[in-house]
């Protein structure tokens, strides 16, 4: 038909560990979640068949239920099986630079919620960093793997650095330009958000164990939440009956951490870290645990939202 011109292509903007990002409009990005999996902040070079549609299907499911808790997000439709419509806001590593009173700009940070003695948090412990008393804890009381905390954990990491790193709270406004009382509203909205996510989770037989969310101030100076979060790759649950039982049962790639712990690999990377040494390149998983890394992402998508996986994305990364 003549006279009429075709949409604007979408504009590739940056490609995160598991998604590339693309400008659809200047108020609207696409997330397209690839099949690719990271740990310690390094990529993997292995693909793990539909990763991303599980993450993009989770992702969309936890969007919809804080519209149901009156909680804002940036999340607007799935316009794919791997693919997620977004409002688009500034990623400055300084929001400074934006003026005095910056809107619609990402919050640099990546804010973490703990309810059970896990993940690092466990590391911390066991190499002295973080004694009881620090995690409310009786002073001396000897810690467990997997005991619930008597209060929830709040800490703040960098977002936009090559490595997260430990943030005090002085330190997250500083690099932020949050005011404290936008920090603690941010905080209770994390604590509404997870309460509702571990009601709508525990008839599945899952516990919420930890995770981090990431926020950004929209246009109306208003904290939202952005990327994505209550999946595997952000989140860690437990299978309950197994907990009752004493055995913590992972449903996160925890155990892909597992693995290269195992193999000596982190230990190497800690190393070069600490020494400012050139980072060792991290290996491939081996075939069998690919397969096993891609049942666990089927299976979560499954017990987080109740509903069953069925494939309608290609397997392969990067999608079109």
């Not at 936008?182 to 009601?199: N, P, S, V, W």
Request: with cysteine; charged share 25%; glycine share 6%.
């Amino acid at each position: 038909m003549t006279g009429m011109s075709s949409p604007a292509p979408a504009q590739y903007l940056r490609r995160g560990k598991v998604k590339e990002v693309y400008a659809i409009s200047p108020t609207e990005l696409e997330f397209r979640f690839t099949n690719d999996i990271s740990v310690f902040d390094k990529h993997i070079p292995s693909e793990i068949p539909y990763k991303g549609e599980t993450l993009a299907g989770t992702a969309e499911y936890w969007f919809r239920l804080c519209s149901k808790i009156g909680v804002r997000h940036h999340f607007i439709a799935l316009s794919g099986p791997t693919r997620m419509r977004v409002r688009r806001v500034q990623v400055v590593p300084n929001p400074r630079v934006l003026g005095p009173s910056p809107k619609n700009f990402l919050v640099p940070l990546e804010l973490i919620v703990r309810y059970y003695l896990a993940g690092s948090m466990w590391d911390r412990v066991k190499a002295g960093k973080v004694s009881a008393a620090d995690l409310g804890f009786p002073s001396g009381k000897e810690l467990r793997y997997g005991e619930r905390l008597p209060d929830p954990h709040f800490e703040v990491t960098t977002k936009l650095e090559p490595v997260d790193r430990l943030l005090t709270t002085d330190e997250a406004l500083q690099l932020s330009t949050l005011d404290r009382a936008t920090l603690d509203g941010i905080r209770e909205t994390i604590f509404k958000i997870d309460h509702a996510m571990q009601k709508d989770i525990a008839p599945r037989g899952l516990l919420h164990v930890d995770g981090k969310k990431e926020f950004a101030i929209d246009a109306e100076g208003v904290p939202m939440v952005v990327d994505t979060f209550g999946t595997a790759d952000e989140d860690r649950f437990w299978d309950s009956d197994a907990y009752e039982r004493g055995r913590p049962v992972e449903f996160s790639k925890e155990f892909v951490r597992q693995h290269y712990r195992s193999t000596g690999y982190y230990t190497a990377l800690l190393e070069a870290r600490k020494n400012g040494t050139p980072e060792p390149d991290i290996p491939p998983l081996p075939p069998l645990l690919v397969d096993e890394v891609s049942r666990l992402y089927t299976t979560v998508y499954t017990r987080l939202t109740g509903r069953p996986f069925t494939p309608t994305a290609s397997v392969r990364s990067s999608p079109a």
